[in-house]
C-alpha cells in the first residue's frame, strides 16, 4: 500500500511538472531570446540557452525603438496604457457593483430582463461594434482620446462585471438586507456598510481580470486612438509587426515581455486572492 | 423573492432608486450594444464597401456569403475549434485542480504557472507560439537535434491539421483558469464527505467521479459559458498564429468579417457574416439564459 | 456616478478640439528600418515648413491594421491630413466622397508633365489629382546567390524553361533552389511573376487589369498555374507562414539559392553587408526581361476641416514630390522615384536597371501594374483572387483547371 502510494504521488508530481514545463515554454522562449544577441538568434536553436547575456534589447525596447516616426520606446505608450486602464478599470467596476447589488438585492419588475439584456453583451464579437462605436465618439468629441478609448472600455466591460458581482451576491443571505432595514438602513447606506465590505474577494476578482482584458486589448486601442493616445499594445505591434524591413527578435521580445510585465505581476502577487475570490463565490451560478 | 412583500415598507425614493441606478448601464448596453447590431443589421442589407452607405440590396450579401467557399471553412473550423478547445481546456483544467487538491508542496507556485497565460494576450506571444509551432524552428527542430530524426510535427504548416495548433495555443492560455474554476470549486467542498466515502472503503478515482465532479455541476456550466465565449470570440489567437493559414485554412468567423469588412472593402458581407454570428450565439445562449434566469427564480 | 464621467467626457471634448490647431496628421505603416528614416525626412521637411507633425503609423500585415484604423478615422469625422493608399483603392476612396483634390498644387508644380501617364492616371481621381506618388517598386525580380550557383554549375536562367533546369541542378548539388514565404501575399505575388513569365504583358493586361474572363480561362492561364505549382517540389516545407524577410535571409545565408520578390528585399541584401552584382543578384523574373510589374506607393489626401490644414496637405503634397524627398526616400527603401528625370547616379545597380527598364516598358507597353500589391484590381476582387492562389498552392488535390474556374469567379467579386 505504501510503496503503491509513493507510486502514485511520483506520477502526480511528474504529470504536475509536465504541465508546467508546457505553460513555461512560451515564456521560456522570449525570455531567453530578449538577452541574446542577433548574431547569436541567427545562428542558434531558439531553445537553447542564452550563451552572453544582454540587456541593450531590453533598454533599446523601453526607450530608443522606433515606433514610426517617432523613436522613443515603448515607455510613452506604457503610460498610456496605465492612463487608460485606471479610469476603465474604476469606473467598470463600479458601476459593476452597483448594477450586481441592484439585480440579486433589489430586484423590480423586468430586472431579470435588464440582465439578460446586459449578459448577452458579453457575447458580441467586438469588431462589430468599431465603426458605428467611431462615428459615435467622434460626435461626442472623444475620438483618438484616453477618455475615448475608458469610454469604450467601461461599455464592453459593463457585461462581465455586472455578472461577477450579481453572482457573488445572489450568494448573500437576504436576511442580512432585511435587517438592516428594520434598522432603518436605505438603499445606499446598506451597500456601503454591509454589502461593500463583504466583497473584498469579488473586488479582486473583478479589478484583475478587467485590468488584464483592457491592458491586453489591441482592437480598440489601433481603431480609437492616435499618437497621443496610444496604448502599448498598439505601440508593441508597431514596433515587432513591421512589414519590410529588417527584423530583431530580441528586441521584439523584449519589448513583448514590458508589454506583458504588468499582467503577469498582477498575476504572480495577487493571482492568489484571484483563486481565493473565485472560491469565495465567483463561480456560483 | 421577498421584494412584493416587502415594496410596502419602501419609501418612494427606495423604490425609484434601484431603477435609477441601473438606468445607465441599461441605457449603455441598449444603445452601445443593441444599437449598434441593429445598425449593423441594417448594413448587411446594404452594398456597403470601403464605407457605411445605404444602398439597399436586399439579400445579395447574404447569398454572396452562402455562396463564399471560405465562410464555410471559417464556420467549419469554428465548429471544430470550439468542440476541441472548450473539451481539452476542461479536461486538462479538471485534471490539473484534482492533482493540486492532492496537498501538493509548491502548490501556490504551481497555480501560478499555470495561471500565468490569462494574463497575456496573443499579441505578446504569438510569435513565441509562432516559432515553436514551426517544423523548421521548434519543437521539430529540437527533437531532430536530439537525434529523433522521425519525429514529425508540422501542423501549423499542414492546411489540413493548422486549425490543431490554434487549438493547441488556445488550451495554453484558458486551461490555467478552468484549473482555477475548479480548484477553487472543490475547496469549498466539505473534507468531510471525502472522507466518509474513504471510510466505506471508496477508491480515490471513484470518490471524485462519482461524488466530487457531480457537486461541482455549477460551476462545470459557468466554466462551459466563459469558454464558448471565448471560442466565439477568438480573434487575436488566429490572426497572431497562422493569420488564417495556410490559404484560408484556419480562418475562423471572427477573422473573416474583419477581413471582408475592414481590409477588402466588403463592409456589406462583412455585416452580413456578423449577423449571421450574432444569430448563432444567440441561438446558444438564449435559451441557457432562460433555464437561468427561471431557476433562480424558483431557488 | 455621472458628475465624473460628465466631466471626464467635457474634457475628453476640450481635448480633441485644442489637438486641431495646424497639425498634419499622416498615416503610413512604415515603422522601422529605412522605411521610418525615410518617413522621418518627410516630417523633417514639413517641420521646416512651419507645421506640426503628428505621426500616425499603424504597422502589420501590409496596413490591414491601418485600413481598419483609417475608416474608422473618416466616419468619426476627423480623417488624417494625407494616408498611405494606392492603386485602384484610390478610386473607391475617392467614390465615397472624402478625399480632396490636390490641383493647385500639381498644376502650378506640372505634376503632369513629372510623372508617366501610367503612373499619373492612378493619382487622378475624375481628372483631379488626389494623391501624390513617391515610389516605384519593380515587382518582378529574381534574387540569386550566384555562390550557391556556381556550386551547382547553374546559370542565371532568363526563361522558364531555364529556370527549371536551373532548380534540377541545384537540387542536384543537394541546395534548396527556392526560398519561399508561404502568406496570401507572397503566393500572389510569385504567382504574378510566373503568369507574366509565361504569357507575356499582353495576356496579364487581359486578364489581370481587364478580367476578360475568356484571358482567365485561357490555356495560357492554366499554363501558368501549372508552371506555379511546378515551384513547389522545389520550396521546403517549413515555408507557410513565413515572413518574406526570412525567405530572402534564407538567400542571404545561403540556405537557398533564389527568390521571387519586388525590390523591397534588396534592403535586406544590403543590411547584411552584400554587395548587389557581387554577393547577390538582381535579375528579372525568368521570361519578364523586357517587362516591369510596378507597385507604387502613395498618399491620398482627405477633406480636412480648416484652411490651416489644407495648407499643410499642400505643403506634404509638395514635399513628397520635390526631387529632394522622392531621391532620399528611394534609397532608404530600395525603390526607384516615382518623379522622371532625376540623378539616379547615388542608386545602385538594380536602382539603375529599375529605372532604365521603367522607361523602355512604358515606351514598349509592357509596363503593367502588380495585381497582387494592390495595383490592379478593386480590395474585393483582389482579396478572393488571393484566397484562390494560396488554396491551389496549399491544396495538392486541386487542378489548375479548377483553380482557373475559381478565378474567373473571383474576378466577379465587386
Same mark, same amino acid.
Given at each position: 500500500m505504501a510503496e503503491q502510494g509513493k507510486f502514485w504521488r511520483a506520477v502526480v508530481y511528474g504529470s504536475l511538472l509536465i504541465a508546467a514545463v508546457y505553460y513555461l515554454l512560451p515564456l521560456y522562449v522570449m525570455l531567453t531570446t530578449s538577452v541574446k544577441s542577433m548574431e547569436e538568434i541567427r545562428a542558434g536553436n531558439l531553445l537553447s540557452l542564452p550563451l552572453d547575456i544582454t540587456f541593450a534589447a531590453w533598454s533599446k525596447a523601453w526607450s530608443t525603438a522606433c515606433t514610426g516616426v517617432e523613436c522613443t520606446g515603448l515607455q510613452p505608450y506604457f503610460w498610456n496604457s496605465v492612463a487608460m486602464v485606471v479610469p476603465a478599470v474604476a469606473i467598470s467596476t463600479a458601476l459593476g457593483a452597483v448594477n450586481g447589488y441592484v439585480l440579486s438585492k433589489w430586484q423590480f419588475r423586468g430586472s431579470e430582463v435588464v440582465f439578460a439584456m446586459i449578459l448577452f453583451g458579453v457575447f458580441i464579437p467586438f469588431q462589430v461594434l468599431l465603426l458605428p462605436m467611431a462615428q459615435t465618439l467622434g460626435l461626442f468629441g472623444m475620438a483618438n482620446s484616453i477618455t475615448g478609448l475608458v469610454f469604450v472600455h467601461v461599455v464592453c466591460g459593463l457585461a462581465s462585471t455586472t455578472l461577477f458581482f450579481r453572482n457573488y451576491y445572489v450568494?448573500?443571505?437576504?436576511?442580512?438586507?432585511?435587517?438592516? /432595514?428594520?434598522?432603518?438602513?436605505?438603499?445606499? /447606506? +446598506?451597500?456601503?456598510? +454591509?454589502?461593500?465590505?463583504?466583497?473584498?474577494? +469579488?473586488?479582486?476578482?473583478?479589478? +484583475?481580470?478587467?485590468?488584464?482584458?483592457?491592458?491586453?486589448?489591441?482592437?480598440?486601442?489601433?481603431?480609437?486612438?492616435?499618437?497621443?493616445? /496610444?496604448?502599448?499594445?498598439?505601440?508593441?505591434?508597431?514596433?515587432?509587426?513591421?512589414?519590410?524591413?529588417?527584423?530583431?527578435?530580441?528586441?521584439?521580445?523584449?519589448?513583448?515581455?514590458?508589454?506583458?510585465?504588468?499582467?503577469?505581476?498582477v498575476y504572480v502577487l495577487a493571482g492568489k486572492y484571484f483563486v481565493r475570490g473565485l472560491t469565495a463565490g465567483a463561480v456560483k451560478g | 423573492m421577498s421584494n412584493t412583500n416587502g415594496t410596502a415598507h419602501y419609501g418612494f425614493a427606495e423604490r425609484w432608486l434601484p431603477r435609477v441606478v441601473l438606468a445607465p448601464s441599461f441605457l449603455l448596453s441598449l444603445v452601445f450594444i443593441y444599437g449598434f447590431i441593429a445598425w449593423n443589421g441594417y448594413l448587411s442589407f446594404t452594398a456597403s464597401r470601403m464605407l457605411p452607405n445605404y444602398e439597399w440590396v436586399g439579400l445579395a450579401q447574404y447569398e454572396a456569403l452562402f455562396a463564399s467557399e471560405r465562410w464555410w471553412v471559417a464556420v467549419q473550423n469554428l465548429g471544430l475549434f470550439a468542440v476541441l478547445f472548450i473539451a481539452g481546456a476542461m479536461g486538462v483544467g479538471i485534471f490539473l485542480a484534482i492533482l493540486l487538491d492532492q496537498k501538493i508542496r509548491a502548490e501556490g507556485a504551481l497555480r501560478t504557472i499555470y495561471l500565468y497565460p490569462l494574463a497575456l494576450s496573443f499579441i505578446v506571444t504569438g510569435t513565441a507560439w509562432k516559432w515553436m509551432l514551426n517544423p523548421g524552428l521548434g519543437l521539430e527542430k529540437l527533437m531532430h537535434d536530439w537525434g529523433f530524426t522521425s519525429f514529425t510535427f508540422d501542423w501549423l504548416v499542414n492546411p489540413d491539421y493548422s486549425i490543431y495548433t490554434v487549438v493547441i495555443a488556445a488550451m495554453w492560455q484558458s486551461s490555467g483558469f478552468v484549473m482555477a474554476l475548479f480548484l477553487a470549486g472543490l475547496r469549498g467542498i466539505d473534507d468531510s464527505i471525502i472522507k466518509a466515502a474513504q471510510i466505506d472503503g471508496a477508491s480515490l478515482p471513484r470518490i471524485y467521479w462519482r461524488i466530487v465532479l457531480p457537486a461541482l455541476r455549477p460551476v462545470f456550466f459557468s466554466t462551459l459559458m466563459i469558454l464558448s465565449h471565448i471560442a466565439i470570440k477568438s480573434f487575436d489567437l488566429v490572426m497572431a498564429l497562422t493569420g488564417g493559414g495556410p490559404g484560408f485554412s484556419s480562418d475562423l468567423p471572427a477573422t473573416f468579417m474583419y477581413q471582408m469588412a475592414f481590409t477588402r472593402g466588403q463592409m456589406g458581407l462583412g455585416a452580413a457574416s456578423s449577423m449571421m454570428m450574432l444569430a448563432t450565439v444567440a441561438a446558444l445562449v438564449v435559451p441557457y439564459l432562460y433555464s437561468e434566469l427561471r431557476s433562480k427564480r424558483r431557488g | 456616478m455621472s458628475y465624473p464621467k460628465l466631466s471626464a467626457l467635457t474634457a475628453g471634448m476640450m481635448l480633441a478640439f485644442t489637438a486641431q490647431a495646424a497639425e498634419v496628421e499622416v498615416l503610413h505603416w512604415w515603422t522601422s528600418g529605412g522605411e521610418a528614416k525615410a518617413a522621418a525626412e518627410l516630417k523633417k521637411t514639413m517641420e521646416g515648413k512651419g507645421h506640426k507633425w503628428k505621426d500616425f503609423a499603424v504597422a502589420g500585415g501590409g496596413g490591414e491594421n491601418a485600413m481598419t484604423a483609417l475608416k474608422s478615422r473618416v466616419v468619426s469625422g476627423q480623417p488624417p491630413a494625407a494616408a498611405q493608399i494606392k492603386g485602384p483603392a484610390i478610386q473607391e476612396w475617392g467614390e465615397e466622397g472624402v478625399l480632396s483634390s490636390m490641383d493647385s498644387v500639381a498644376k502650378k508644380e506640372g505634376w503632369d508633365k513629372l510623372l508617366p501617364p501610367v503612373v499619373s492616371n492612378v493619382m487622378k481621381y475624375k481628372g483631379q489629382y488626389v494623391a501624390a506618388p513617391v515610389n516605384v517598386h519593380r515587382v518582378n525580380w529574381l534574387w540569386v546567390n550566384p555562390e550557391l550557383l556556381k556550386k551547382a554549375n547553374a546559370k542565371v536562367p532568363a526563361t522558364i524553361d531555364e529556370l527549371f533546369v536551373t532548380m534540377e541542378a541545384l537540387k542536384k548539388a543537394g541546395i534548396q533552389p527556392l526560398a519561399y514565404g508561404g502568406q496570401p501575399w507572397q503566393d500572389s505575388t510569385v504567382f504574378e511573376s510566373i503568369a507574366l513569365g509565361v504569357g507575356g504583358a499582353d495576356f496579364y493586361q487581359k486578364a489581370f487589369v481587364k478580367l476578360d474572363a475568356a484571358a482567365i480561362k485561357s490555356p495560357t492561364m492554366i499554363k501558368a498555374l501549372d508552371t506555379y505549382k511546378k515551384l513547389k517540389p522545389y520550396t521546403d516545407k517549413n515555408a507557410p507562414g513565413r515572413e518574406w524577410n526570412l525567405a530572402t535571409a534564407m538567400v542571404i545565408n545561403g540556405k537557398a539559392a533564389m527568390q521571387f520578390m519586388g525590390d523591397w528585399a534588396k534592403g535586406e541584401f544590403l543590411a547584411a553587408g552584400k554587395v548587389p552584382g557581387k554577393d547577390f543578384l538582381c535579375v528579372a523574373a525568368p521570361g519578364t526581361e523586357k517587362a516591369f510589374t510596378f507597385n507604387i506607393d502613395s498618399f491620398v489626401f482627405f477633406k480636412v476641416p480648416s484652411k490651416d490644414a489644407e495648407k499643410g496637405q499642400q505643403d506634404l503634397a509638395s514635399a513628397l514630390m520635390s526631387p529632394a524627398f522622392q531621391q532620399t526616400f528611394n534609397l532608404n527603401k530600395g525603390s526607384i522615384p516615382a518623379r522622371t528625370g532625376l540623378d539616379m547616379a547615388k542608386f545602385d545597380d538594380c536602382g539603375k536597371k529599375s529605372s532604365t527598364d521603367f522607361s523602355a516598358s512604358a515606351k514598349g507597353n509592357t509596363l503593367v501594374p502588380s495585381w497582387a500589391h494592390g495595383m490592379a484590381m478593386r480590395s474585393a476582387t483582389q482579396g478572393a483572387m488571393y484566397d484562390v492562389i494560396s488554396q491551389y498552392w496549399n491544396d495538392d488535390k486541386m487542378t489548375a483547371q479548377q483553380a482557373a474556374d475559381k478565378l474567373a469567379a473571383a474576378a466577379k467579386v465587386m
Open positions: 450568494g448573500i443571505p437576504d436576511e442580512l438586507i432585511k435587517a438592516a /432595514r428594520l434598522d432603518g438602513a436605505g438603499f445606499w /447606506r +446598506i451597500f456601503f456598510r +454591509i454589502i461593500l465590505p463583504m466583497s473584498t474577494p +469579488i473586488l479582486t476578482v473583478t479589478v +484583475i481580470w478587467q485590468f488584464t482584458q483592457i491592458w491586453n486589448d489591441f482592437l480598440f486601442g489601433v481603431v480609437f486612438s492616435s499618437i497621443d493616445s /496610444r496604448p502599448i499594445t498598439v505601440g508593441l505591434n508597431n514596433l515587432a509587426n513591421t512589414s519590410t524591413s529588417v527584423k530583431e527578435y530580441n528586441v521584439d521580445m523584449a519589448a513583448a515581455l514590458i508589454a506583458a510585465l504588468p499582467t503577469i505581476v | - | -
